[in-house]
């Protein structure tokens, strides 16, 4: 009977302890599939991310995905007009955000002859600062750039025209893919 009533208190905080566990597992502050990095995986620093209807998944060359995260309204704002986009995109790196943009008219009789917006180009948004930087500013209406995609973590291409160009981050050059 003695050897009993001392099992009584162990039992209930192995009760406890598991429902705690439990909870801990379920809310996702224990992650039980946690693996160390090997040579072979890729060993880039997980980042955190709040959720959003907009995510970019990265697949590495050895299998591993990366979610660089959400891409806010700061990163990607609209302007009350309607515009098509190409984009956005997360670079690489998970670094720079890039989209292309071309107001559209309506057609209507009374509007006012078209011209063009500042909202319209190629633009980076560097999440680090927070700065969105245009890098093609269209020259006269109807070209419509459209960004292509990012080449590496310091390249993309946009296409105007039907002619491709390729832009640096590093050097800011942009130059035309032959």
Known sequence: MRNQKGLAPILIVLILAAIVGGYLVYSGKINLNKTSPTSSQNTATEQVAQPS???EVIKFNNGSIQICG???DAAFPTYGHYDMRSGPEWAIDCRHIAWSMV????GCPDCPPATLSEKEGVFIYNDKNKIITKIYNPQKLGEGPEFIGW???DSLIF???QK???YNLITKET???E
């Not at 107001?103 to 309506?106: A, E, F, I, P, Y």
């Open 159 to 161: 296409k105007v025209n």
């Open 175 to 177: 130059s035309v893919i």
């Open 70 to 72: 959400e891409i806010s």
């Open 53 to 55: 209807p907009i995510k």
């Open 103 to 106: 107001q559209s008219g309506t």
């Open 164 to 166: 491709e160009y390729r």
């Open 151 to 153: 080449i590496d973590k």
